[in-house]
């Protein structure tokens, strides 16, 4: 079993940084792709950001087309954390973001959220006008 645990999230200005952190743990850590993902009040949970872990294809990034050039995702294998660089603020990224992992290779594209099986408990996001 891997848990997923965020941090980083807070209220910041409009036009404003954050870095969100997702630590995961486990038996095995062995994930493929690892995401992040946001939902805001009475929305659908939308993709953010996703990243290969590890290999040969490691670190290969897919962004949103709404936070692209904003938005950096990276990640420190040997701390098996997963980061997310926010920059440039607006209030509709105000959300509760979620970091997600998959357990291997799958078909499923990495935008889709049925392709991870582990979620964090998220953290929120609030940026003010």
């Known amino acids: 079993q891997v848990q997923l645990v965020e941090s980083g999230g807070g209220l910041v200005q409009a036009g404003g940084s954050l870095r969100l952190s997702c630590a995961a743990s486990g038996r095995t850590f062995s994930s493929y792709v690892m995401g992040w993902f946001r939902q805001a009040p009475g929305q659908e949970r939308e993709f953010v950001a996703a990243?290969?872990?590890?290999?040969?294809?490691?670190?290969?990034?897919s962004y949103a087309d709404s936070v692209k050039d904003r938005f950096t995702i990276s990640r420190d294998i040997s701390k098996n954390t997963l980061y997310l660089q926010m920059n440039s603020l607006k209030p509709e990224d105000t959300a509760v973001y979620f970091c997600?992992?998959?357990?291997?290779?799958?078909?499923?594209?990495?935008?889709?959220?049925?392709?991870?099986?582990?979620w964090g408990q998220g953290t929120q996001v609030t940026v003010s006008s």
């Open positions: 990243i290969t872990w590890s290999g040969w294809s490691g670190g290969i990034t």
């Open positions: 997600a992992a998959d357990s291997g290779p799958s078909r499923v594209a990495v935008m889709e959220g049925r392709r991870y099986d582990y």
